[in-house]
């Protein structure tokens, strides 16, 4: 069996780009790397029919040797198709992240990040001052090493919650 | 007429219901009518398809007129007509459970009208990847399925669902490149994809190209069956999606993956030559997906965890590659797609009674829905495999063909599987203790709507600062009734939990069927000359001591 060596090269580059941009924060260029991924693969299952033939098209005096494999050829059909649905679906939450978000970077999930923190910083028990006992309108409490408000600290205290930590009667604020 | 010949209409009819209920996209009265229909029928037929092959045999359905090796071919068998058949019960009852709550809620919060041609195109590609006798077909099988996956999981577009949303679609998009990758070389070095010829033709390989082609395909299907240490994606996405979509996600899906791992691991590379690792990584998913499940609060979320550590116990059969063994993962993995759906549908219940999923806002739901408690309590004791229930007989029959085997390994599997299915039960026992049976007052945030009054129990929208206790009580009677448990949600989910009780109940002709199953799977005779005719010669499995 032989190969085309510059397909083969044309392929490692495709997939050494499509790794590097998957590995992005930036979903456009995730995206970007998806699709490259799809096209190198494409390249080699291409590859793997071996050398180039005739058309495989029935011809009276064509040896069987002569023909080209058609099997990789369909599958790269089926697997364009399906990379076009997923490419297309992929701009669509892109646009999506971008319209809610103004940004296009993939966010951090919040309730991972809330694991993460549980065990070094406690709302209620760590706060250097207690945010209730405070006489002034604006607060600020040591939450985790930064400053924060008062509230934004009680927010911070279950993240996903809208209704916790309810204030103190008459808390003045 | 053989039964078995109607095959492919398990994969046509739910693509049919899709392309009608895109039609009638406006009338979502007819959709639910005909998806529910067409489903229902399709199962019927599966369970046909099942009886057909109760006592053994296995039938090849060639399609378009193309002979094995060069077609494509349908292959039912006892493994792929029973996951058939638990799957389309499984997503049945989920499908009647959505449009429960989607006629609850009045439709208003979610595109729903899109919702019922993606299920049945899901529910295609699920039958389409347990049907396939070909390992294109299975890829195209899984991109149908991961496709209607990613809208599903994406529905209604909200922030949360479009960050898990993403992390969801270019894992799933990387796997497949990695499963096509695999296909391509397996395709070089070959000349087929059919399995059946696989199974012949990889034997004649030599032993590094063969490991190659072996780990590449395990490795794809590893991260879309979530083993350790390629499951670092599902807690992370599945939580945030509709109840139903998570349900039928966390039933459905890593199962197609672990089905597929299956009949790479009997058909196409018989033997044990990766059995040591595949034990490894067999009980990293358990200890460690347990261990993350301790962590959390909110109870989807713990639930994807045990999901992803119960994934072990699946992978553990099958890495013994002995009859006991692999009969006992497909006894787990049919008792698993019943127990796991039917606690992410109570799930979602929990969170339409309570107003939250987190066990810190829960309390006093025992008193408040015994019934609810009672759906949530037997599903979550099979899952921690309490006696007598089926996840207690998977697991037995687990760690009798580990002892079986004897190796130090297999023994280390069956401490921790012991230990994973403790771990289990203090994990649901954290959630039944605060979501069920402290007092609503106790808990850290208790949700306004448990402090409510029996009578008049949707305080819903009382949120913000000052919903305390009096006011949340003094307002409640003026809020709108909201049906908290629709009896469309609650039958479904109860159906369900039945049906596991059943696993229990017939757990002896099932476990004879897949103990026969996986007998046959083992031999692959059965397979490869319903594939390829009854004269091929089918190369015995190499074994490198130990093994069977």
């Known amino acids: 069996m032989s190969v085309n060596l510059t397909l083969l090269i044309v392929m490692g580059a495709l997939y050494a780009c499509g790794i590097y941009l998957i590995l992005e924060r930036s979903l456009t260029r995730v995206l970007l790397g998806l699709m490259l991924l799809a096209n190198a693969t494409n390249l080699l299952i291409l590859a793997t029919g071996g050398y180039a033939g005739l058309a495989p098209l029935y011809a009276k005096d064509a040896a069987a040797g002569d023909y080209n494999d058609p099997l990789p050829q369909a599958l790269i059909l089926t697997s364009i ?31 991972d990040l809330r694991v993460a923190e549980t065990p070094s910083f406690d709302a209620e028990d760590d ?38 930590a309810p204030s103190p009667e008459g808390g003045g604020r | 007429m053989n039964l078995a010949s109607l095959a492919p209409l398990a994969v046509v009819l739910p693509i049919l219901g899709a392309a009608l209920t895109f039609l009638l996209i406006r009338h979502s009265r007819a959709q639910r009518a005909v998806s529910i229909g067409l489903l229902s029928l399709t199962l019927l037929l599966e369970c046909l398809l099942l009886g057909s092959v109760w006592d053994g045999g296995t039938v090849a359905v060639t399609l ?16 792929s007509s029973l996951m058939l058949v638990v799957s389309s019960a499984v997503s049945l009852a989920v ?40 390992l294109f077909n299975l890829y195209v099988g899984f991109e149908i399925l991961l496709t209607a996956s990613y809208v599903l999981m994406t529905l209604g577009g909200t922030g949360p669902r479009i960050r898990a949303g993403v992390t969801y679609v270019v894992v799933s998009v990387v796997s ?111 200890v460690v997906g347990i261990l993350g499940a301790l962590a959390q609060s909110d109870i989807k979320r713990l639930l994807s965890f045990t999901l992803v550590s119960h994934i072990g116990y699946m992978v553990f059969g099958l890495a013994m590659s002995s009859v006991a063994g692999l009969g006992a993962a497909v006894f787990y993995v049919a008792h698993h797609i019943t127990i796991q759906t039917s606690l992410f549908l109570v799930t979602g219940l929990i969170e339409r009674r309570g107003g939250s999923s987190s066990v810190d806002r829960l309390g006093g739901l025992a008193k408040l829905s015994p019934l609810l408690a009672l759906l949530f309590f037997v599903p979550a004791m099979n899952l921690a495999g309490i006696p007598p229930f089926s996840g207690f007989l998977g ?90 448990l629709p009896r469309t949600m609650v039958g479904p989910t109860a159906g369900l939990v039945v049906l596991g009780v059943a696993l229990t109940v017939f757990a002896g002709p099932l476990f004879t069927v897949s103990d026969q199953a996986a007998e046959d799977m083992l031999d692959r005779s059965a397979y490869v000359h319903a594939v390829l005719g009854d004269d091929t010669v089918v190369p015995p499995a190499p074994t490198s001591g130990g093994g069977r």
């Open chain 1, 81 to 111: 198709v399906i990379s076009f649905a997923v490419t297309a679906f992929m701009l669509g939450i892109i646009y999506r992240t971008w319209v809610l978000a103004r940004r296009d970077e993939i966010q951090a999930d919040v309730e």
């Open chain 1, 127 to 164: 706060a250097v001052i207690p945010a209730e006992t405070s006489e002034f309108p604006v607060t600020t409490v040591m939450a985790g090493g930064r400053e924060m408000p008062a509230e934004a600290a009680a927010e911070e205290e279950k993240p996903g919650s809208a209704n916790v």
């Open chain 2, 64 to 79: 378009g007129g193309w002979l094995p090796p060069w077609g494509i071919v349908l292959v039912v068998d006892q493994f």
């Open chain 2, 95 to 134: 499908l009647v459970y959505a449009t429960g709550q989607g006629m609850a809620d009045g439709d208003q919060d979610a595109p729903v009208s899109i919702f019922h041609p993606t299920y049945l195109i899901l529910v295609a590609g699920v039958s389409n990847a347990f049907l396939s006798g070909d």
């Open chain 2, 176 to 286: 497949s490149v990695l499963f096509l990758i695999s296909i391509a070389m397996v395709y070089g070095a070959t000349g087929t994809v059919n399995m059946a010829d696989l199974a012949i033709k990889l034997s004649e390989l030599d032993e590094g190209t063969r490991t190659l082609l072996h780990v590449m395909l395990l490795v794809a299907f590893g991260i879309k069956a979530a083993v350790f240490p390629l499951s670092f994606w599902l807690p992370d996405s599945y939580p945030t999606a509709p109840a139903p979509v998570t349900a039928v996600f966390a039933g459905l899906l890593t199962k197609v993956g672990v089905y597929a791992m299956v009949r790479t691991e009997t058909l196409l590379f018989p033997g044990d030559s990766l059995n040591a690792p595949l034990m490894v990584a067999a009980l990293l998913t358990m």
């Open chain 2, 395 to 484: 697991k037995v029959g687990l760690m009798q063909a580990g002892i079986e085997l004897g190796t130090p390994l297999a023994y280390a599997l069956v401490i921790g599987g012991v230990v994973t299915s403790l771990l289990t039960l203090l994990a649901i026992a954290r959630v039944w203790n605060r979501a069920f049976w402290r007092r609503p007052s106790d808990a850290e945030h208790p949700d306004p709507v448990l402090l409510a009054t029996p009578a008049a129990p949707a305080a819903r929208t009382m949120a913000g600062p000052g919903a305390k206790r009096n006011s949340a009580k003094r307002n409640a009677a003026n809020q709108d009734a909201v049906t908290l």
